[in-house]
C-alpha cells in the first residue's frame, strides 16, 4: 500500500524559506506512469494546488506561487520536497504531499494523500 | 485560473437521505473534474475522477455525472460516515483549482 509521510519544521519565521519533504513507501517515485504534488490548506479553508513535478522533471507551479516555490525529487531517497520563500503569515497552513494518477491523456487527480503537516509563519 | 463554484456551501441531511452537491466551472472543462471528500483532521479521499468514474474502493452509493461547465455528485443513501466536506477540482488547466467546499452535516 502507497504511503506518504511529510515532515518539516513546524514554525517558520516570517521572510525564512520553508522546506518539506514527502517520503513515499510501498511504491517508487520514479515511476513513468505516475507524479507528485503539493497542495495546502489554510486553517479553516479550501484547498490550495501548490505545484506538480512529473518523472521526466518537468514542473508545473500555480502562478500566485510560482516566484516562490521550487519542488523536486530525490529518486535515490524516494522522496519528494518543497521548498517555499518569503514565508508570511499567508502561508500557515497544512501542507499536504500526494500521487497524481494520469487518466485520457490530459487530466490526472491526486489519489493517495500524506496526513499533511501544519506549518506556522510566527516570529 | 478556472473558477469552481460549488453549491450549496453547506447542507443537513439524514442517514438515508439522497444527497446531490452541483460544481460549476468557469470554462469548458470537458470531463477533467474529481471530487474528493474531507473528515476533520484527514486528508482529502478521492471518490471519483473523470467526472464519472469511481475510484477504486468507494463506495457505489457515489456517482458522478456532467461535462463541460456543470458537473453533479450524488449520494443516493447517506450514510454516518458520508458526513464530511466535500470538494470538487479541475485539473483541464494550470493552475488546477479546488472548489470552496461543501460540507455535509447531520440533520
Known amino acids: 500500500q502507497l504511503q506518504l509521510q511529510e515532515s518539516g519544521p513546524g514554525l517558520v519565521k516570517p521572510s525564512e524559506t520553508l522546506s518539506l519533504t514527502c517520503t513515499v513507501s510501498?511504491?517508487?517515485?520514479?515511476?513513468?506512469?505516475?507524479?507528485w504534488g503539493w497542495i495546502r490548506q489554510a486553517p479553516g479553508k479550501g484547498l490550495e494546488w501548490i505545484g506538480s513535478i512529473y518523472y521526466s522533471g518537468t514542473t508545473y507551479y500555480n502562478p500566485s506561487l510560482k516566484s516562490r516555490v521550487t519542488i523536486s525529487v530525490d529518486t535515490s531517497k524516494n522522496q519528494l520536497s518543497l521548498k517555499l520563500s518569503s514565508m508570511t503569515a499567508a502561508d500557515t497552513a497544512l501542507y499536504y504531499c500526494a500521487r497524481l494518477r494520469q487518466y485520457q491523456l490530459r487530466g490526472d487527480c491526486f489519489d493517495y494523500w500524506g496526513q499533511g503537516t501544519l506549518v506556522t509563519v510566527s516570529s | 485560473d478556472i473558477q469552481m463554484t460549488q453549491s450549496p456551501s453547506s447542507l443537513s441531511a439524514s442517514v438515508g437521505d439522497r444527497v446531490t452537491i452541483t460544481c460549476r466551472t468557469s470554462q469548458n472543462i470537458n470531463n477533467f473534474l474529481n471530487w474528493y471528500h474531507q473528515k476533520p483532521g484527514k486528508a482529502p479521499k478521492l471518490l471519483i475522477y473523470?467526472?464519472?468514474s469511481l475510484q477504486g474502493g468507494v463506495p457505489s452509493r457515489f456517482s458522478g455525472s456532467g461535462s463541460g461547465t456543470d458537473f453533479t455528485l450524488t449520494i443516493s443513501s447517506l450514510q454516518p460516515e458520508d458526513f464530511a466536506t466535500y470538494y470538487c477540482?479541475?485539473?483541464?488547466?494550470?493552475?488546477?483549482?479546488f472548489g470552496q467546499g461543501t460540507k455535509v452535516e447531520i440533520k
Open positions: 477540482q479541475q485539473s483541464y488547466n494550470i493552475p488546477q483549482t
Open positions: 510501498g511504491g517508487s517515485i520514479s515511476s513513468n506512469t505516475h507524479y
Open positions: 473523470a467526472a464519472s
